[in-house]
């Protein structure tokens, strides 16, 4: 029988990276209601070091692959251990990040090993009621009590889809990075570490790696930041955003945007938030001059605590704001930007 709820935990330059734990955080949430081990795969060369980090973010167990050929992510070496490793273990669900390697890898690896996949999720859960296991049993699945219920934006994101892969295995899905949460680390948690060996040729390695190039423009990396001052199209064009700049100056915070901006040419993509752009989850997200679009909502809903300033008192972003401001962004940023460097220089000097 299928079993546990695998997660393919992404490493770059030998560090794992936030989607892997936030994934294993959701696994562990999964686990509740369905008691499955919560198993990491981690591939690398000499990345041993990273495994406890698995076990204190929620895994109960590590499947390790130490590889020369698996040093950065190359799809086929990639594609052919995962594939390896599903049909050796037989997991249940498993999941991947729906970053550039995730989106790489998950749909190769559900082809080969002849499963479905719903790409860029953003709930998981399992069946629960009566409803769902009858549907689930009526579509071939055994055991509708392990059915994973996987949702995704459909349609431009105008409506919320929840897919089911009822009668192949593992239930496969990516989910974005920001969207789940990691859980609280605890370095006193343990787990087991399986070292699993993948018979590669030298045919595996079909690509060879020059020189890895990091992209010398600075991009950031959105759904890290704590603090985001974002900006949409009432900032009123590319000197507009000076203000968003100097707010998120005064704050230290990260500057964001609406996706009409970028399309707009008034702000690089990496600063796009929503449904086509990053999903973030700061402490603050202040949104000014955005209208609250459902695609944008999407990538921000789930921040700590939400400002908005908006000129029009009906603005949908005022539905998701935990603290609106009705009025005119010029006015009132640079404003709050003065306040919050007067506090700061207070707080220094007390
Ligand atoms: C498939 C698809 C994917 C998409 N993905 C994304 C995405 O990832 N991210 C995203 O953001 N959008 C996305 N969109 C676009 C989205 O639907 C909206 O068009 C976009 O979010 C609108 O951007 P905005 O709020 O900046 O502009 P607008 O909707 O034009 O809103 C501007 C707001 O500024 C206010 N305003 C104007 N002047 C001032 C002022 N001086 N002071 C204060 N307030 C002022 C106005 O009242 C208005 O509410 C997507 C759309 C589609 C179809």
Same mark, same amino acid.
């Given at each position: ?29 999964? !686990? ?45 070496? +990639? ?10 273990? @037989? ?43 009858? !549907? ?6 055994? @055991? ?73 423009? !600075? ?26 700049? @100097? ?15 970028? @399309? ?13 752009? $990053? ?5 603050? +997200? ?24 908006? $000129? ?29 460097? !007067? ?8």
């Amino acid at each position: 029988m299928s079993k546990g709820i695998y997660v393919v935990v992404e490493q770059r330059s030998g560090k794992v990276q936030n989607v892997g734990l936030e994934l294993i955080g959701e696994a562990t949430r999964l !686990k509740q209601d369905l008691p499955d081990d919560v198993v990491a795969v981690l591939l690398g060369s000499e990345i041993e070091g990273e495994v406890e980090k698995l076990f204190h973010y929620g895994a109960d167990k590590v499947i390790l692959v130490d590889h020369p050929y698996l040093k950065e992510c190359v799809t086929e070496p +990639y594609t052919k251990a995962i594939t390896a490793i599903i049909n050796e273990f @037989d997991p249940e669900i498993m999941l991947f990040g729906a970053s550039s390697i995730g989106r790489d890898i998950a749909p190769r690896v559900a082809s080969r090993v002849k499963t479905g996949l719903v790409a860029e999720t953003t709930g998981l859960r399992t069946a629960k009621t009566e409803e769902e296991f009858a !549907k689930e049993a009526s579509m071939g699945c055994a @055991d509708p009590t392990r059915a994973l219920l996987m949702t995704r934006p459909a349609f431009g994101g105008n409506l919320m889809a929840t897919l089911m892969c009822p009668r192949t295995k593992p239930q496969m899905a990516t989910v974005r990075p920001g969207v789940m949460k990691k859980i609280e680390k605890d370095e006193t948690r343990k787990g087991e570490l399986i070292k699993y060996n993948v018979d590669f040729t030298e045919a595996d390695m079909n690509v060879e790696i020059m020189e890895v190039v990091k992209a010398d423009k !600075k991009s950031v990396d959105l759904t890290e930041a704590k603090l985001i001052v974002s900006g949409g199209r009432g900032v009123g064009g590319p000197q507009g955003f000076d203000i968003i700049r @100097d707010m998120a100056d005064a704050l230290g915070a990260e500057v964001g945007s609406s996706r009409a901006c970028v @399309d707009a040419g008034w702000i690089e993509k990496d600063r796009q938030v929503g449904q086509t752009g $990053k999903t973030v989850r700061p402490d603050l +997200y202040m949104a000014c001059g955005i209208s609250g679009a459902i695609q944008h909502v999407a990538g921000m809903e789930s921040s700590e605590f939400i400002v908005a300033i908006n $000129k029009n008192d009906a603005a949908p972003i005022f539905e998701v704001a935990d603290l609106g401001i009705v009025g005119d962004l010029k006015v009132i940023l640079p404003k709050l930007a003065e306040a919050v460097r !007067k506090y700061k220089a207070s707080k220094a000097t007390n």
